[in-house]
């Protein structure tokens, strides 16, 4: 579990920022379709444990219910995707991309792999599943 206890981040347009308070877990890219198609590559993501998540301006926060399983948190304005939920509200994804500075936090592995793009490779050495 990496060493961080507080996380900041914001979307493109800055409209939409967050605090987070630890612990977080460390990055997951996740490969699968849904993740492709909203970001336009895959995504990786931290997560933090409900209700330790603070958004400013959540009035911009919008919600799309990606899958029956899940919804991510975006920018109303730019669109910036900011955060993944699971339909239990277990805990809060957060996009590693909106985060101001992510520490120590690393990259551990590699999530629905089977759906990954026919275009790119994963060579990186980590671990590969083809579910979550």
């Known amino acids: 579990m990496p ?3 507080r996380l900041t981040g914001r979307c493109a ?6 605090a987070a308070e630890g612990p977080f877990r460390d990055g997951l890219a996740c490969h699968c379709e849904t993740c492709r198609r909203q970001s336009g590559h895959f995504i990786v993501a931290t ?5 330790k998540l603070d958004v400013t301006e959540a009035g911009e926060l919008a919600w799309y ?3 029956p399983e899940a919804r991510r948190g975006f920018c109303r304005k730019c669109g910036s995707l900011l955060f993944w939920e699971p339909k239990e509200r277990t805990h809060t994804a957060i996009m590693l991309g909106s985060v101001d500075d992510p520490g120590d936090i ?3 592995g590699h999530i629905f792999v089977r759906e990954k793009g026919a275009y790119y490779e994963i060579a990186d050495g980590l671990p590969q599943r083809d579910t979550e």
Do not use: F, H, K, M
Request: hydrophobic share 35%; charged share 15%; proline share 5%.
């Open 65 to 67: 219910q990606a899958t």
């Open 106 to 108: 690393s990259l551990i």
């Open 47 to 51: 997560a933090v444990e409900p209700g």
């Open 3 to 5: 060493n961080v206890d």
């Open 13 to 18: 347009c800055g409209r939409v920022s967050y």
